[in-house]
């Protein structure tokens, strides 16, 4: 009757011992995971950024090349267009990179436009520097 409450005693830490093992590892798992879609966003955002800051320049340089042979409505009329088409790729951009994300870590994810992808960005940065 002894040895059979050792071996059940036994059995009872191996099954605690193999559950906390499995929960423990699935909790770290989860953290780890968390943590490169985070740094992954971030990268993302940093090209975005980066990308954006660079057509910016290519439009101020457009605008100075068409001066010379456009009228201000004709150049008013071009920078509305331009304006739609980089506010459409802000937007599109930031959808790719919220649906991209894993459907489980989603939640994750601190914005929902440009606006406040930037501003997650900025802050990001701070804490870094």
Request: charge should be positive.
């Amino acid at each position: 009757m002894l040895a059979e409450n050792e071996v059940i005693n036994s059995a009872m830490w191996f099954f605690l011992g193999a559950f906390l093992y499995a929960t423990i590892s699935s909790i770290l798992f989860s953290a780890r995971s968390l943590l490169l879609v985070e740094e992954t966003i971030i990268n993302c955002l940093n090209v975005v950024w980066y990308s954006d800051k660079s057509y910016e320049t290519l439009l101020k340089i457009k605008y100075d090349l068409m001066r010379a042979g456009k009228s201000e409505d004709q150049l008013y009329q071009e920078r509305e267009s331009d304006e739609l088409v980089r506010d459409t790729w802000r937007r599109m951009t930031i959808y790719g990179i919220i649906n991209s994300c894993p459907k489980n870590f989603r939640a994750a994810v601190k914005f929902n436009d440009w606006r406040t992808a930037m501003k997650y960005l900025r802050k990001h940065q701070k804490e870094v520097a």
